[in-house]
């Protein structure tokens, strides 16, 4: 599509596998092979470096098994996360009880995981109507705040955050999420995390991505 069209580009295989062979754009579904076939997606689906480019910039060691794998060739260096640039200041966890629970946007048709967002959202919901505003709030991710496919309303609208993760972070005691980077921020300012799965499919898809990849 030519005009106004909005391009996106992902290169080297950063479509997962679990996602499905479709995005929404602007003007509706977009399949993934005309994407491919304009030469905006590169590499293999779920496979990182699969285009073994001569150099990645990696966040950190932990990622190192899948280049290695992915990208035998490839030089890596480790220049770690910007937004982790902030985390720095965030003081220990006040002790207080605070659970900060970071969602995602399992409501997206194009990640695939319709059929785990009805039980995420009901926990959620029944999280917030056992809990009390001075020990819970609830993160949405950006995908489930847009006009399309709001989540506000499955969740009781005051345990909603709409302050700056750094912020949330720095009240929580505990963070709670499906697979998120958020949780490896949380972690990295020393907060107990735990990685809960809706159903064993957004398991099974959690567990390929290296942060996940060890399970308690």
């Known amino acids: 599509a ?4 909005h391009v996106v580009l992902m290169p080297d295989g950063v479509l ?12 509706g579904l977009v399949k993934e092979g005309a994407l491919r076939l304009a030469g905006l ?18 966040w950190g060691s932990g990622w190192g098994d899948m280049w290695r ?3 035998p060739t490839s030089r890596v260096a480790i220049v770690g996360n910007p937004r982790g ?16 629970i970071c969602s995602q946007p399992l409501n997206l048709p194009s990640l695939d995981f319709l059929h785990a967002a009805r039980p995420w959202y009901e926990w959620l919901e ?3 109507v056992s809990s009390s505003l001075d020990h819970l709030r609830v993160r949405l991710h950006p995908g489930e705040t847009g006009s399309r496919y709001r989540a506000e309303g499955r969740v009781t609208r005051q345990f909603v955050s709409d302050r700056l993760l750094i912020e949330d972070l720095s009240w929580s005691d505990h963070v709670v999420a499906p697979a998120s980077t958020v949780l ?8 107990p995390v735990m990685s809960i ?20």
């Open 16 to 27: 997962p596998i679990s996602m499905a062979p479709s995005m929404y754009g602007r003007r």
């Open 69 to 71: 794998s992915n990208a």
């Open 41 to 58: 997606i590169s590499g293999e689906r779920g496979r990182p470096g699969s285009t073994r480019p001569d150099l990645i910039l990696s």
């Open 126 to 128: 029944s999280l917030c």
């Open 184 to 191: 490896v921020e949380a972690a990295a300012v020393g907060r």
């Open 197 to 216: 799965w809706p159903t064993s499919e957004f398991r099974e898809a959690a567990l390929q991505c290296p942060p996940f990849s060890d399970e308690a």
């Open 2 to 5: 030519r005009g106004s069209c």
């Open 85 to 100: 640039d902030d985390l720095v200041g965030v003081l220990p966890p006040p002790g207080v009880r605070h659970l900060l």
